[in-house]
């Protein structure tokens, strides 16, 4: 069982920045692969990113390739999602998730937080 609390959304301008938290409560058992999701209005949710336990391991969706970069720190069972050079596209709501497979999301939800795009 693993909850996971989002923070960091927000509203910011083309070519703006801002970084996601997702902080993991986990009672027992090794770090999960931890990834990022959205969902964008009248769209289905897509995969964003992914990383392993170890934090080397990181792979990403082509539309945010270059741009956004995933990372965790297991000290604190947290993994954050910066994001770069933001775009109207990138406007959705923000998911973390645990135990992700490859691009397919894993059981475990976050509540969502919103990430808002405008010029």
């Known amino acids: 069982q693993v909850q996971l609390v989002e923070s960091g959304g927000g509203s910011v301008q083309i070519g703006g920045s801002l970084r996601l938290s997702c902080a993991a409560i986990?009672?027992?058992?090794?770090?999960?692969?931890m990834g990022w999701f959205r969902q964008a209005p009248g769209k289905e949710r897509e995969f964003v990113a992914r990383?392993?336990?170890?934090?080397?391991?990181?792979y990403y969706s082509q539309s945010v390739k270059g741009r956004f970069t995933i990372s965790r720190d297991n000290a604190k069972n947290t993994a954050y999602l910066q994001m770069n050079d933001l775009k109207p596209d990138d406007t959705a709501v923000y998911y973390c998730?645990?135990?992700?497979?490859?691009?397919?999301?894993?059981?475990?939800w976050g509540q969502g937080t919103q990430v808002t795009v405008s010029s």
């Open positions: 998730n645990a135990n992700v497979r490859e691009t397919e999301p894993g059981p475990y």
């Open positions: 986990q009672r027992t058992g090794p770090p999960p692969i």
């Open positions: 990383i392993g336990w170890s934090g080397i391991s990181t």
